[in-house]
């Protein structure tokens, strides 16, 4: 009488695993609930780090350039300027690195040390320009003395990157 009794709980159990293993097999379809958040803040992150100056020069012997280590404003020195009217140019070059998205980018004047004595002006005007996914822009920037000073001054002039993120005006 117990084994019989052995024999059908063996066998319930043995029938319960068998439909429970038939079942996992006719079926291929894993249903998971959750949740999936994006920050667009984050997106516009990276995307901001592919907007970048590549290049910034000194085209005039005695001024300097640079380039911030992480590539987010470009630093202009006028050492060179004399009289009133004396001119020094800088050229700096923006890169969208981005594969996918092109970027309306408005680069602006940040810091002028001496306005008193300095006026900046560049061929981009305050305007925002479209740089297209993978090149880059080239401006220049020109420094001038507004009046002959006493004794010996410079500026420091920087330039900063504003970036918005658009839609690829054609297909790549």
Request: aromatic fraction near 8%; glycine fraction near 6%.
């Amino acid at each position: 009488m117990k084994n019989r009794k052995l024999a059908i709980v063996a066998f319930f159990l043995a029938a319960v695993m068998c439909i429970g293993a038939g079942y996992a097999v006719l079926t291929d379809i894993l249903d998971i609930q959750g949740v999936a958040n994006v920050s667009a803040t984050e997106a516009e992150k990276v995307f901001e780090s592919k907007i970048y100056f590549t290049d910034a020069v000194a085209n005039e012997t005695g001024n300097t350039a640079e380039i911030t280590q992480n590539n987010d404003k470009a630093t202009f020195t006028a050492n060179t300027l004399a009289g009133q009217g004396n001119k020094a140019t800088f050229t700096f070059t923006i890169k969208n690195a981005n594969t996918d998205l092109d970027a309306n980018v408005t680069p602006k004047i940040s810091a002028n040390t001496k306005p008193e004595y300095f006026a900046v002006s560049s061929d981009w005007n305050g305007a925002t320009t479209l740089i297209k996914a993978g090149e880059d822009k080239t401006y220049t920037v020109t420094v001038e003395l507004l009046e002959t000073p006493t004794e010996t001054i410079g500026t420091s002039i920087a330039i900063e990157l504003t970036a918005v993120s658009v839609e690829p005006t054609e297909n790549v």
